[in-house]
């Protein structure tokens, strides 16, 4: 099943602009993670930001995370080419290991 | 340290057939999941194995299998393959908490003719 929902599903932008992605998610969790994937790729984790966490911050990624809207939004400063990939989010729960994974953000980055 | 890899990167079947698909993980990564990719259902969970057990299983007919060996390379079979097994299979490896990362291999490109 899938818990979180991404918005929007594609995203177009021109580089130097900033994307932002959000996932929204049903259920309390413990963890939620950023994956990217390039077209025909594995996907790559980018960050795990806990519940009890805010906001986390990778590079030229911003991570936040609102638990009481069960919401979390994803944004990549200053955007390149070589961000153009599919960003996913995946949310932990309770004492299961599995992820559950959102339907994905396509994001594409014109030069 | 080696990533995780799948193989084959590229398969083709027909139908009825069954096919074994083969992840190593990285080294140390005790956790195996499986994933099917697919344009229209996105990425779905099929089942997870620490060490040597599964541990999580997704809502996939039983034709779909796997197993773990006592190096945590795991395999996974679809038996009696149909054409809407079609799909970008995903192998991802752990150290098998549930605050841990999991590192993905490039997958296997399966299509049923």
């Known amino acids: 099943s899938q818990q979180g929902e991404e918005d929007p599903q594609a995203l177009s932008i021109q580089e130097g602009e900033n994307a932002t992605m959000n996932c929204s998610y049903k259920?309390?969790?413990?963890?939620l993670q950023w994956y990217r994937q390039n077209s025909g790729r594995g996907l790559v984790h980018l960050i795990l930001?806990?519940?009890n966490e805010r906001e986390k911050h990778s590079g030229r990624l911003r991570v936040t995370l609102d638990t009481s809207k069960k919401s979390s939004s994803l944004l990549i400063t200053a955007s390149r080419a070589a961000d153009t990939a599919s960003y996913f989010c995946?949310?932990?729960?309770?004492?299961?290991?599995?992820?559950?994974w959102g339907a994905g953000t396509k994001l594409i980055i014109k030069p | 340290k080696a990533g995780v890899t799948q193989t084959p990167r590229y398969l083709i079947k027909t139908r009825g057939q069954q096919v074994t698909l083969s992840c190593s993980p990285i080294?140390?990564?005790?956790?195996v999941s499986w994933y099917q990719q697919t344009p229209g259902q996105g990425l779905q969970f099929l089942f997870e194995?620490?060490?040597?057990?599964?541990?999580n299983k997704g809502n996939f007919p039983g034709r779909f299998s796997g197993r773990q060996f006592s190096n945590s390379r795991s395999e996974m079979n679809v038996s009696t393959l149909e054409l809407g097994d079609s799909a970008l299979y995903l192998c991802?490896?752990?150290?098998?908490?549930?605050?841990?990362?999991?590192?993905f291999g490039d997958g296997t490109r399966l299509s049923i003719l």
């Open positions: 930001i806990r519940s």
């Open positions: 080294s140390g990564h005790r956790s």
């Open positions: 995946a949310t932990a729960s309770g004492s299961n290991y599995q992820l559950i």
């Open positions: 991802a490896s752990s150290l098998g908490g549930g605050d841990q990362p999991q590192h």
């Open positions: 194995y620490f060490s040597e057990t599964q541990r």
């Open positions: 259920t309390s969790i413990n963890n």
